[in-house]
């Protein structure tokens, strides 16, 4: 079956720009996440999204936000883009009956660069 | 202070011999989920081993294991017979137990990157 699929790959901005990113799960899998991996910090959970529904946010500035539709596909938006916001971007979804397993597919990711 | 702590930012392997990579981490939980990723250059995060916390037997798949040391606190993955392909950076998170019906959230060590040589 397909996996995780992020769109665009490769992206783009300036600063003070916004960027929408989207992420289609494998088909079944209703809960998404999202990730940002830098150099210097690593990676980082943003925000888990379950039917519609945020249930989980990371430490992040209110200009990262998300939403996921009835099809369970994902988006999450950067406005106001900052120099720092250069990343990849991953989105990862699984199974809520996974959820002990903890077993989570990701996608290729979106890699934003912000000039 | 850091959650998860992967010491080793980088380690060689010869083709076709074993290597461990390690991983602490600090947890006040009883309940939570040890993980091992696998990141090629091509981004992708492919998920490798998963330990419980309440397992009392070291997880394995194909030539990954991982050596679980509960008291310890740390989950060293151990790959056995490495290929060139096994070349990539590698991650140990912990999922602790979410709240409110959330799943909880993986936190990530700053990854280890293993290079096999021919």
């Known amino acids: 079956k397909a996996g995780v699929t992020q769109t665009p790959r490769y992206l783009i901005k300036t600063r003070g720009q916004q960027v929408t990113l989207s992420c289609s799960p494998i088909?079944?899998?209703?809960?998404v996440s999202w990730y940002q991996q830098t150099p210097g910090q690593g990676l980082q959970f943003l925000f888990e999204?379950?039917?519609?529904?945020?249930?989980n946010k990371g430490n992040f500035p209110g200009r990262f936000s998300g939403r996921q539709f009835s099809n369970s596909r994902s988006e999450m938006n950067v406005s106001t883009l900052e120099l720092g916001d250069s990343a990849l971007y991953l989105c990862?979804?699984?199974?809520?009956?996974?959820?002990?397993?903890?077993?989570?597919?990701f996608g290729e990711g979106s890699r934003l660069t912000v000039l | 202070a850091q959650k998860i702590t992967q010491t080793q930012p980088g380690m060689f392997v010869q083709e076709k011999e074993a290597v461990t990579l390690d991983c602490t981490y600090d947890?006040?939980?009883?309940?939570?989920?040890l993980f091992w990723y696998k990141q090629p250059s091509s981004g992708e995060m492919i998920f490798l081993i998963y330990q419980g916390s309440y397992d009392e037997q070291n997880a394995t798949e194909g030539r990954y294991s991982l050596n679980f040391q509960k008291a310890r606190k740390s989950a060293n993955l151990v790959i056995s017979a490495s290929q060139l392909g096994d070349s990539a950076m590698y991650f140990c998170a912990m999922r602790e137990r979410g709240y409110g019906g959330s799943q909880g959230n993986l936190i990530f060590g700053k990854g280890t990157k293993l290079s096999v040589k021919p």
């Open positions: 999204y379950f039917s519609e529904t945020q249930r």
């Open positions: 088909s079944g899998h209703r809960s």
């Open positions: 947890t006040s939980d009883q309940s939570y989920g």
């Open positions: 990862a979804s699984s199974l809520v009956e996974d959820a002990n397993t903890g077993e989570l597919f």
